[in-house]
């Protein structure tokens, strides 16, 4: 079994659920082809997270920003605020949605659903 590891970096990003399958693909056709296999994503970034989810309707990526917008950000009584107001919502939407993906490699391209893609958080413009 042949395992390959590489580091892609994303562009930098605003607040807000940003849809990120385009930057793995570019970046998978510069790796060694596999044909079947798993990509296993990780976001270094405490502050940052990765979730699959519909990747034609941007109202679903507005819709989930509101939604932990509502239930994460700007709580009277964060005490880690040091990075500033957005940071502690940050943490806790990293710990909801998760830091890693598993997808699996089928013909040499990431198998996912017809209406699946890769969406990336941010709080602030630094990934």
Do not use: C
């Not at 510069?30 to 519909?54: D, V, W, Y």
């Not at 109202?59 to 502690?88: C, L, Q, W």
């Not at 017809?114 to 630094?126: D, H, L, P």
């Amino acid at each position: 079994m042949a395992i390959h590891q590489e580091t892609i970096t994303l562009s930098p990003k605003s607040k807000g659920f940003h849809l990120i399958t385009p930057e793995i693909e570019k970046a998978l056709l510069s790796m060694p082809s596999i044909e079947r296999g798993l990509l296993h994503l990780f976001i270094k970034h405490t502050s940052a997270s990765l979730s699959i989810n519909e990747n034609a309707d941007p109202s679903v990526r507005e819709d989930m920003e509101n939604f932990f917008t509502d239930i994460a950000d700007e709580k009277p009584y964060y005490i880690h605020t040091y990075e500033g107001s957005d940071d502690m919502p940050a943490h806790i939407k990293s710990s909801m949605l998760g830091n890693s993906l598993s997808i699996p490699i089928t013909n040499g391209r990431m198998n996912l659903g017809t209406w699946q893609g890769i969406e990336n958080t941010a709080e602030t413009a630094v990934l």
